[in-house]
């Protein structure tokens, strides 16, 4: 009796010695919106329909100095690897789905180190993270199950991206879902992951939504029973995907409370980028649009919430933080570490404490590849509140800058057009520097006001650069075209 009792007491101090029992590990529930804009959630724009949004975010901590990527697919990369994209080669454009471009296989990532902790992995949504060969996609990148699509955007309904059918589960082409809007097939599975859930272990569920990613498209019922008062068609449309988006949210959430998983979550809920003006997006009063580095293309909408982790709830939490730091972070909830050299830190401490962020400096992009849509070496970068930035912001559809600053659409029709010739577009060697505690929407250059500052900053991104490997962005290889697969973007051609 007594050998048993003190076998007992020894395997109870090496399981706290290894971290979080596995019945104390939160279950994590990681949401990625889609192309939603700073402006898009009714907590900034009360003309948003975000009830669920709202009382998650009002009940939990709004993130007020969350920073993602300018685009999808580097934002992605950042939050499953915790490597900034150029360490990572991903820095320069999304991914398009005839491209030999992936996050590297030897990179360790988010649900491969959940799993070796005990957790049930699950993808559902949008992967965007290379698909050329099985071993990019994500049952092979450390999900046990995936229902989703491997490209940038597709029909809601049909599904067809680009010439080619994209909608998969698992490994399998998925016919079945064909012709539901996907907002409603991602939130089903996610339910069906949910009531079949053993919980006796902890759960990782990534759901990165199509929503509110263009093609506009959205049930007309949304549009007219919660957005009718906006007069602007495309805003009017817009808001009837956020609607539909946080109705879906809201359905997953009840089943959470319905089994008891919500007792022990962490939810994080982020935006990949900025708002695509040009799409009805919108980032007022920051600056510019997704696929730039002002503000208005990196500072993310985003919350967590928790019913019983978090000291501070109901709270606006304006410490710095990085896409790259929810790796880090979701493993030091759930008791672990993670790899060593990555480019994110953890905040966990920081979040449920409500103590200051331990970041203090991070890398918007650097890119030094050019094509028609990106010009030479440009880059920002941000150490405390200064922010300079080298060449050009970035640049949307069409060649156009989108240096400028967009109101909302008003919900009387009018759109308040910005002249994008009132702004000059730097040239590589320029550079512009911010004050974001005193400027957030970034109005005033003030490198010549502080040569001093201007001197060190230039200084810090030269080193930066040092460490900045080549973007992987080939050309269109034929041997993916979906006429060789019977109409399908499938792996295997890389």
Not at 100 to 121: E, H, M, S, V
Not at 138 to 149: A, E, K, M, N, V
Not at 358 to 387: C, L, T
């Amino acid at each position: 009796m007594m050998s048993s009792l003190l076998a007992a007491m020894l395997m109870v101090v090496v399981l706290s010695f290894n971290g979080v029992n596995a019945a104390d590990k939160p279950h994590i529930l990681f949401i990625v919106a889609d192309d939603l804009g700073w402006n898009d959630v009714d907590w900034r724009d009360p003309n948003m329909h975000t009830p669920t949004l709202s009382r998650l975010a009002r009940q939990g901590i709004i993130l007020n100095s969350s920073y993602v990527q300018p685009l999808c697919s580097p934002s992605r990369s950042a939050f499953m690897s915790g490597y900034f994209p150029f360490h990572t080669g991903l820095q320069h454009r999304a991914i398009k789905p005839a491209q030999k471009a992936f996050l590297p296989a030897n990179l360790t990532t988010l649900p491969q180190a959940l799993k070796d902790l005990g957790y049930a992995t699950h993808a559902v949504g949008k992967w965007h993270l290379g698909f050329c060969n099985w071993k990019y996609t994500p049952t092979f990148r450390g999900f046990d199950s995936f229902l989703g699509y491997y490209s940038a955007g597709e029909d809601y309904y049909t599904h067809m991206a680009g010439g080619g059918y994209d909608f998969r589960q698992d490994t399998a082409v998925d016919k079945d879902d064909a012709g539901k809007y996907s907002a409603y097939t991602f939130a089903e599975r996610a339910q069906v992951l949910i009531w079949q859930h053993n919980t006796s272990q902890p759960l990782f569920l990534y759901l990165a939504f199509q929503s509110v990613h263009a093609p506009l498209e959205v049930p007309a019922v949304y549009e007219n029973l919660f957005c009718g008062h906006i007069k602007n068609e495309t805003r009017r449309t817009k808001c009837g995907m956020v609607a539909i988006l946080d109705e879906a949210i809201a359905n997953i959430t009840g089943h959470l409370e319905d089994t008891g998983l919500i007792d022990n979550m962490l939810i994080v809920f982020t935006t990949d980028n900025g708002g695509p003006v040009w799409d009805a997006g919108n980032n007022w009063p920051l600056r510019g649009a997704k696929a730039t580095m002002w503000e208005g293309g990196t500072r993310g909408t985003a919350f967590v919430y928790s019913k019983n982790l978090f000291q501070n709830k109901g709270t606006v939490h304006e410490g710095m933080m990085h896409a790259v730091d929810w790796f880090p972070t979701m493993m030091t909830a759930a008791g672990g570490s993670p790899p060593p050299g990555i480019d994110g830190v953890s905040q966990w401490e920081s979040l449920i404490t409500g103590s200051p962020s331990p970041r203090s400096e991070f890398v918007y992009n650097m890119d030094a590849m050019e094509d028609r849509q990106k010009p030479a070496f440009h880059a920002a970068i941000r150490s405390g509140d200064w922010k300079l930035m080298q060449g050009p912001a970035g640049m949307g559809p069409a060649g156009i800058p989108y240096n400028g600053w967009y109101p909302v659409p008003g919900v009387d029709g009018e759109q308040e057009e910005f002249d994008e010739s009132a702004v000059e577009d730097p040239g590589p060697d320029d550079y512009q520097l911010f004050n974001i505690k005193e400027d957030p929407t970034e109005h005033h250059d003030v490198k010549d006001k502080y040569p001093d500052v201007l001197a060190k900053m230039k200084a810090r991104l030269a080193e930066w650069r040092q460490t900045m490997v080549p973007a992987n962005y080939p050309e269109n290889d034929p041997a993916a075209n979906p006429e060789h697969y019977g109409g399908t973007w499938t792996p295997g051609w890389c």
